[in-house]
């Protein structure tokens, strides 16, 4: 089993800080971090990126729509656009809309894949970036004030603009680095 995420590794070690709340201190710094960008209806983290993949998510969720045609006829050009972006990146968007289907409309799934997926993957990377913290910090003296201002810190500098693709990159990078 791995070290980073042994029972041994949740408990309190030397130092006082626990893995929970090492993961809870960044994920709560991230989940801050969006929720600020949401407050005044401007996403300063959203782009172009993230309006297109949810086109082309609700496309591929359409009756025309196909796993592995990539065409987005509604974009206007000279030719059909044919996007760039893995499907992959789409799954856990459609598997959530599919699940929840019976329940809603496909408009609303797909709107509410879209909110529950990203704080999601947030959760996996902040888990994967704190079993990297606790490998990195483990023999580190720091009080617990130090050790929360280094976390929050080390959160808010990691933010930035970022697509999908590039979130889902980072979190696969973070699982292999917590290994």
């Not at 997926?117 to 947030?122: D, I, K, N, R, S």
């Not at 580190?140 to 959160?155: N, Q």
Request: glycine residues 6%; proline residues 5%; neutral net charge.
């Amino acid at each position: 089993m791995d070290v980073a995420l042994s029972r041994a590794d949740l408990t309190v070690v030397r130092g006082g800080k626990s893995f929970l709340s090492t993961f809870l201190t960044i994920y709560i710094t991230g989940l801050a971090i969006v929720l600020f960008d949401l407050a005044d209806g401007v996403l300063f983290f959203g782009d172009i990126d993230d309006q297109v993949r949810e086109l082309q998510i609700r496309y591929l969720m359409s009756s025309d729509g196909r796993w592995f045609d990539l065409t987005l006829p509604f974009i206007s050009m000279p030719e059909a656009y044919v996007s760039p972006w893995s499907r992959l990146i789409d799954l856990p968007y459609v598997a959530i809309a599919t699940l929840f289907r019976p329940f809603m409309s496909v408009d609303q799934t797909i709107s509410f894949s879209f909110l529950v997926w990203p704080p999601l993957m947030l959760a996996i990377f902040c888990l994967l970036g704190a079993a990297t913290v606790r490998r990195l910090m483990v023999g580190m003296p720091m009080s617990r004030l130090s050790s929360l201002l280094t976390l929050t810190l080390m959160t808010v500098l990691m933010r930035g603009p970022c697509s999908n693709s590039h979130r889902a990159a980072s979190t696969i990078t973070m699982a292999s680095w917590s290994r």
